[in-house]
């Protein structure tokens, strides 16, 4: 009954049904016959289902794997991320200790000028003081050559 030689099997709107068969076939073989072209035909859209569930599967893996790839590739980024922070940070830190540094010289520097600026004051004051002792001195020995020349003598009054 399920193999007869010579019989095509195709579909019509109404469902499977034989189409030539061998004369002599009855209304039940015929829906016998039907009735197994229907069952391969869902047990081969079956399969394909399956096919189709096991692709799926694999994509939803693919896509999973895929997902979890992004999620380690963004922990990595938040992680140089954090780390170009952190350099950035040590990088201000060295600035600002060089500007300090550098104003810590500065100050140094003015306040060598500064005592520099009061040593040549103190000089100049010694020196001006220099001066007028030498004058005092010269008005001095000249009083005191007058003297001589008058006659008056410190020595002769003892």
Not at 40 to 64: A, D, M, P
Not at 76 to 81: F, N, S
């Amino acid at each position: 009954m399920s193999s007869v030689p010579g019989s095509v099997l195709v579909q019509d709107p109404g469902g499977p049904t034989p189409a030539t068969l061998p004369p002599g076939i009855t209304f039940t073989e015929r829906l016998l016959l039907s009735l197994l072209v229907s069952i391969n035909e869902n047990e081969e859209g079956g399969k394909r289902n399956e096919e189709r569930g096991r692709r799926k599967e694999k994509g939803g893996r693919r896509n999973e794997e895929r997902g979890k790839r992004n999620e380690e590739r963004e922990k990595m980024k938040d992680e140089r991320g954090k780390r170009n922070e952190e350099r950035g940070k040590r990088i201000e830190e060295r600035e600002m200790r060089k500007e300090e540094r550098g104003k810590r010289i500065e100050e140094r520097e003015m306040r060598k000028e500064e005592r520099g600026k009061k040593k040549e004051e103190r000089g100049k004051r010694i020196e001006e003081r220099g001066k007028k002792n030498k004058e005092r001195g010269k008005r001095n020995e000249e009083r005191e050559t007058r003297k001589e020349e008058r006659g008056f003598n410190c020595s002769d009054v003892q």
